[in-house]
């Protein structure tokens, strides 16, 4: 039975829950008030809460209790980033320490995971601020530091609605190398908590050697990997659920012996899906994936790339995704690569495809078009082929279609062999084997032209905060735009389909 406690601070919290069935602590007694301004410093903490919708949970402690808002993206570190915070119930201090699983048909049902803590001050009397709708504070903690403001915004409705939004002070990451300490804390202390936090999630397999150093130059270990993709998961996945996958394995580090991996091998937990795949050599069981818990399982396995098919498990023989990789020779300029892309793009455009743009964490560029299943394997490799071809023979002093690396000094390989049956490329938010840790990073079209763009800076530390600062996911067209190659599009290349 759900409790019920009268004028009890905590009645609220306690009449949606049932201590039978949630570990969650029912609270004691309040305790002392405190919180008016010169007071000591005061607790609070921020839970990552997976419950049917992930979000945050930014908590106060004042009066006894935990002040609570749900804050659906995260607090953000930038000035410029107005969170909306939802007022939730209040909730006991004990909370604060609270991590776990609330089960199902609980409400709240989902993973509770520790994601920052420390104290703060308010700068005002904090209960008539409270009233007033504006609470001014001072963060202590790990990752959220400094001046910060909440705000109400609407007071009408079931719950109240407020801004929490970062001050502009020298804890605010106006300057690049700030900017990018953040974006390492913000990576390496998930990871800390990583063990709590998987146990939490009941993955069903252990994960090992979280101390194990991956990429000496940071030095990065195996947990700050895997710190990374349980952060990225939610972007990751669409891009790569449900479709045949190959990994790249260094399991002693980017720098020892790595391999390729495309079948299911002994000791593959079983969080990693199976595909069956026809093959030249008969029918192979494929890896696969679908969700955070795949995702970890091929990372505990060693895994610093996730290269993936253009099709989906449904039906392998019908891709859905067109690619072209700008594969330039070392004595290539960036911007060249940049210009050769706008090339492709405009290309595609002429032809009746929209496309989209993705850093390769190395120094080319993949131009994406997504395609409804309609061609073959053999059919979209021709007309790519074209493609790549057509544009060699219009600027044979920047780009050339032959995969033989005599042929490619001074040039761009335009390389279509990516859209053969069994070809893979790098996932969207993959990690390469690669130093300092970069990944393969959807971008905006006119990020490309910045003349500060480097893509070597798009690392596992920076782009989670990346992600956080972003308006829009840069490949959010990329799901619901329907499109395929018409009969004219053949004819504009000079060939014929298939």
């Known amino acids: 039975m759900k409790a019920t406690h009268g004028t009890h601070p905590l009645a609220r919290y306690r009449e949606m829950r049932d201590f039978a069935r949630t570990a969650e602590p029912s609270g004691g007694k309040a305790a002392d008030k405190r919180g008016s301004r010169g007071a000591r410093a005061l607790r609070f903490v921020v839970q990552k809460h997976e419950a049917s919708h992930l979000h945050y949970d930014f908590r106060l402690e004042l009066d006894g209790v935990l002040l609570s808002w749900a804050v659906p993206k995260g607090p953000s570190l930038s000035p410029k980033v107005r969170r909306l915070a939802i007022r939730t119930e209040d909730h006991p201090l004990e909370y604060a320490d609270f991590e776990g699983v609330i089960p199902a048909g609980e409400y709240g049902a989902g993973t509770v995971a520790l994601w920052d803590r420390g104290t703060w001050i308010p700068s005002q009397d904090a209960r008539r601020g409270l009233e007033k709708g504006h609470l001014e504070l001072e963060l202590a903690g790990k990752k959220l ?11 009408e409705g079931r719950h109240e609605q407020w801004l929490l939004l970062k001050a502009r002070d020298e804890a605010a990451p106006a300057k690049r190398s700030v900017a990018r300490a953040a974006s390492a804390r913000s990576a390496r202390e998930p990871a800390a908590d990583l063990a ?42 669409p891009h790569l659920a449900h479709r045949p996958l190959t990994i790249v394995r260094c399991p002693e580090g980017r720098t020892r012996q790595c391999f390729y991996q495309k079948n299911v091998m002994q000791g593959t937990p079983d969080a990693v899906d199976r595909i069956e795949v026809r093959t030249s050599e008969g029918q192979s069981t494929y890896m ?66 929209e496309s989209f743009a993705k850093t390769t964490g190395g120094k080319g560029l993949h131009v994406t078009a997504p395609l409804q299943r309609r061609l073959g394997w053999e059919q979209l490799k021709a007309f790519t082929k074209a493609l790549a071809e057509r544009m060699a023979e219009d600027s044979p002093e920047r780009y050339t279609a032959n995969a033989l690396k005599a042929r490619r000094k001074g040039r761009i390989f335009i ?15 993959s990690p390469r084997a690669r130093e300092h840790a970069t990944v393969a990073t959807p971008v905006e079209w006119s990020e490309l032209h910045k003349t500060r763009f480097d893509p070597s800076e798009l690392t596992i530390l920076s782009v989670p905060t990346r992600i956080e600062s972003q308006r829009a996911d840069p490949w959010r067209e990329m799901a619901t735009l329907r499109q395929s190659i018409a009969a004219a599009s053949w004819r504009a290349l000079g060939i014929e389909k298939p």
């Open 415 to 429: 390389d279509y062999l990516r859209n053969g049956r069994g070809a893979t490329f790098i996932a969207p938010y």
């Open 288 to 353: 696969a994936v679908h969700d955070r818990a795949g995702l970890l399982a091929l990372m505990q396995l060693g895994s610093l790339e996730l290269h993936t098919w253009g099709c989906r498990s449904d039906d392998i023989e019908k891709p859905d995704l067109l690619v072209i990789d700008l594969d330039p020779d070392p004595s290539v300029a960036w911007s060249a690569v940049v210009e050769a892309a706008f090339d492709v793009r405009e290309r595609l455009r002429a032809l009746g495809l």
């Open 145 to 155: 530091r400094g001046r910060w403001h909440l705000v109400r915004s609407q007071r």
């Open 196 to 237: 709590s936090l998987l146990r939490a999630l009941d993955l069903g397999f252990a994960l090992t050697n979280l101390d194990k150093v991956y990429y000496p130059e940071g030095p990065l270990t195996k947990g700050d990997v895997l710190a990374y993709v349980a952060l990225m998961a939610d972007r990751m996945l």
